[in-house]
């Protein structure tokens, strides 16, 4: 199974990606530990030679129906202490993996002003073979099976915002159709502007499976750089548990997220962008 860019997918030659992440959240592995996290280290140590702890992400679903459970809203309560979340990193640390015992993503990230993005297609031929590896290695430890309940695609970008400028100068800009009915006849335009919109995602019969979840804020990088930070996220249940059910919400996932983006944002800013079609 290839995954082939659509033809009719918005391109961006210049896109102000700074992380992408693809995964897949499933069912907890009973008897994952820290110990046999550093086993499946070694199947990925060629490529990925760095190790990395972090605190786990907690699990998130997509839920539906009357009152819905806000993503996060989860009270876990444990004894023993929990398996960390390790990063396999490779040398320029511009891609990782991510295992956790409900977890397993893949990262590429800009460090700095010469990474460029590797696109889609070939981050997901990553992905699909490190899940193979780990689920193999899973089997050789006497664990799993791996059992998904949920897929997420998450697209990061950082608009940076001109020196002497500020986000009220370049909102028309970024978000052109969106903002022109925000100025107030007495007031004029908000001085700065943050939004979290939630999409209801559907499969074939028209029944919900996910959601499409962007937010827009204005933030500050380490260098000290005003940006506005817009992140795209598709998440929800694959239409089969395993791993063609896993790419197909991926896939679908992406082109939410790319075409939403390009709805969004203004025909200005796709120019700097480079946009192809």
Known sequence: MTS??????PEFGAPPLTEVAIGVQFDV???????????????FRKAF????EQVPLQPVFET??????PPGMGLQFSITPETPRVFFVNEART?????????????WRKIQQGDNYPRFERMLETFRAGFATFS???SSEGLGPIIPNHCEVTYINQVVIPSGSNLSDLEGDLFGQLTGSLALEDLGRPEDLRFL???VMKDNEGRPVGRLIVSAEPARRADGQTIVQLTLTARGRPATPDERGIVDFLNKGRGSVVRAFAHLT????HKLWERKQ
């Open 95 to 107: 891609e990782l993996l991510q295992v956790q015992k409900d977890r397993f993503l893949h990262n």
């Open 49 to 52: 030679p760095l190790v990395e």
């Open 64 to 69: 539906f129906g009357p009152n819905p459970m």
């Open 4 to 9: 082939t860019r659509p033809a009719d997918l």
């Open 266 to 269: 203004g025909p200005k800013m």
């Open 197 to 199: 919109l939630r999409y």
């Open 136 to 138: 193999n290695a899973l």
């Open 29 to 43: 592995i009973p008897g994952l530990s820290t110990p046999h996290v550093g086993l499946i280290w070694q199947h």
